[in-house]
């Protein structure tokens, strides 16, 4: 399946009906009065997270999303159907922005979560509502407001617990299909992996979301490789994996630059908690193992686990510690949704 995680969409609510201006005429009736029926609201254009997506690519095909206009009220006091609403069905995590891309209109975490887009129009009232006591054959009825149109731009955040980091050919997608059912494809040169990708990772009988986005080089904030705008997709993990390649030369300074990209990303990357692993310890030897460690333990500040995705070396614990990290920050967060003020 593709991925897009940008689109730009046209949306259009109905318009509501017209109200109508008729009166009773029956044999023997006189002055059988107004009875000009409402018109029906226009349809609203509604965005909805559902679960199984995790991409926007149908709205590279279908841009524009029009709802349904109101009906026209008749005599005999018949209202006008509603015009129906219509779903833009989104992957959860998607942000929905105004034209400019700024201005935040909602943003869809949870399965089911909706947002209306534009709202309907109102239907017109028809000639039986303006009946009053002075006025008995009122001639007036409302015409239905117009629907509203606005340009919107979708920005798909993936949700993950974890983020796996790194240079390109640190053996990312490798560990992600080693612990998933992910296939990512893996190649030994740069850049193979084109676009994030999730998997279901499990340790202990529990499970969590990790995704494997594209490698990070120094100056990909300035656009370099495929630049940083992969990181989007991490932005929500509570915690990522930092892969470091055992066989490049130094291991320290290959963490360095991805610390440094990620600093000059913002967006709170630098802040999150990090989990650092050699990676590729199947083809070192000790020796070589032992060196790069100490590296990485003087760039990062604290010793890395050693692992190896090839052989699942060392991985258990690479997700053990996630899990852990990951429980915690649930924790931390669940109290504070549950307090609630009594009193
Ligand atoms: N010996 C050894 N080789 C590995 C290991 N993990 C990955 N590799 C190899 O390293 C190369 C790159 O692996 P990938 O998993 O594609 O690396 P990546 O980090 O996803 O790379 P990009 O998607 O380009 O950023 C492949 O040739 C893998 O076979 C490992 O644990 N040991
Ligand atoms: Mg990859």
């Not at 617990?161 to 030994?188: E, F």
């Not at 193979?192 to 494997?212: C, K, N």
């Amino acid at each position: 399946m593709k991925f897009l995680d940008e689109a730009k969409v046209y949306i259009r609510s109905g318009d509501g009906g017209n109200g109508c201006v008729s009166f009773r005429r029956e044999k023997f009736i006189e002055f059988g009065g107004p009875n000009g029926g409402d018109g029906g609201r226009g349809g609203d254009v509604i965005a909805e997270a559902v679960d199984g997506l995790n991409t926007l690519i149908d709205y590279r095909y279908q841009q524009h999303f029009k709802a349904r206009n109101g009906r026209a009220g008749m005599g005999k006091d018949r209202h006008g159907a509603d015009g129906e609403d219509i779903f833009m069905k989104v992957p959860v995590g998607t942000q929905i922005y105004e034209e400019d891309g700024e201005t935040l209109l909602a943003d869809l975490g949870h399965v089911g979560e909706r947002a209306v887009l534009a709202k309907g129009g109102n239907g017109g009232f028809g000639n039986a509502h303006f009946k009053t006591s002075t006025n008995r054959a009122p001639r007036r009825a409302n015409p239905g407001q117009p629907g509203n149109e606005r340009t919107i731009r979708l920005r798909l955040k993936l949700i993950a617990d974890a983020g796996i980091v790194g240079l390109p050919n640190a053996g990312k997608s490798t560990l992600l299909a080693a612990v998933s059912a992910a296939k990512p494809k893996i190649a030994d040169y740069p850049f193979t992996t084109l676009h994030p990708q999730l998997g279901v990772a499990s340790i202990d009988g529990r499970e969590f979301v990790l995704a494997d986005i594209p490698g990070l080089i120094e100056g990909a904030h300035e656009g370099l490789g495929l630049g940083d705008r992969f990181l989007g997709h991490v932005e929500r993990c509570r915690v990522l994996l930092h892969l470091v390649d055992g066989t490049g030369d130094h291991a320290g300074k290959a963490y360095k630059t991805v610390r440094s990209e990620l600093e000059a990303y913002g967006e709170g990357l630098a802040e999150k908690p990090e989990i650092v692993a050699l990676n590729k310890a199947d083809a070192l030897s000790q020796e070589q193992i032992k060196e790069q460690t100490v590296r990485l333990r003087r760039a990062a500040g604290k010793a890395p686990l050693v692992v190896s995705g090839a052989t699942g070396e060392g991985v258990p614990e690479v997700l053990r510690a996630l899990v852990r990290i990951i429980g915690e920050a649930q924790r931390a967060e669940r109290p504070r949704a549950a307090v609630g003020w009594e009193p």
